[in-house]
């Protein structure tokens, strides 16, 4: 996207203010988030994704937090906290239950 080759530099056509995505074969958008230093890149689930964690023997999480609210940050806190997820159809737990 960015005309990057061996004779070019890439135009960095990612620190522009556009959004990226990739699109499944049922229409869900993942969110690209570009680094703008070294052109690698996150792709992001389309839904929250939560596990409960009361059953898995861990001392600490990682939370990324990308465009969500002060009051949806303080509801994840919250209920990982309690060791328990999220639930509803803006969330998901990936494969965690099911085999890939």
Request: glycine fraction near 6%; include cysteine; aromatic fraction near 6%.
């Amino acid at each position: 996207m960015g005309g990057f080759t061996k004779e070019h530099p890439c135009t960095k056509p990612c620190i522009k203010e556009d959004t990226f995505y990739l699109k499944d074969r049922i229409g869900m958008k993942f969110r690209v988030i570009p680094d703008n230093i070294d052109c690698q890149s996150q792709i992001l689930n389309s839904k929250i994704t939560s596990i409960a964690t009361k059953d898995l023997w861990i001392d600490s999480i990682r939370i990324d937090v990308l465009d969500e609210s002060i009051k949806e940050i303080q509801t994840i806190i919250d209920t990982h906290r309690k060791g328990e997820k999220l639930a509803g159809e803006d969330y998901t737990n990936g494969h965690m239950s099911r085999p890939v």
